[in-house]
């Protein structure tokens, strides 16, 4: 089974960056894919970015593209959020996903 350890939220002016990182232990052979969703108070849960771990293939969600970067690292199961340019519209709980496992969910705060 494969648990997902988020880390690396907070509060931050717009304008400014922060950067999220992800950490899978347990079965982690299973895994080829990580990435992130995130979800706003009264909103639906929104997909923002994923990589493949083997051949770093990277997809985004179109509110993010240009300002967020995703990055994998194969050999330590992690993925990473580089967050740039951040909005007021970014704050909501960033959930790390790989394939079925989601994370517990870190919050982002945008001011």
């Known amino acids: 089974q494969v648990q997902l350890i988020e880390s690396g939220g907070g509060s931050v002016q717009a304008g400014g960056s922060l950067r999220l990182s992800c950490l899978a232990t347990g079965s982690t052979d299973s895994i080829r894919s990580m990435g992130w969703f995130r979800q706003a108070p009264g909103k639906e849960r929104e997909f923002v970015a994923r990589?493949?771990?083997?051949?770093?293939?990277?997809e985004y969600g179109d509110s993010v593209r240009g300002r967020f970067t995703i990055s994998g690292d194969r050999t330590s199961n992690s993925v990473f959020l580089q967050m740039n340019d951040l909005k007021p519209e970014d704050t909501a709980v960033y959930y790390c996903?790989?394939?079925?496992?989601w994370g517990q969910g870190i919050k982002v705060t945008v001011f």
């Open positions: 990589t493949t771990l083997l051949f770093g293939i990277k």
């Open positions: 996903k790989s394939e079925d496992v």
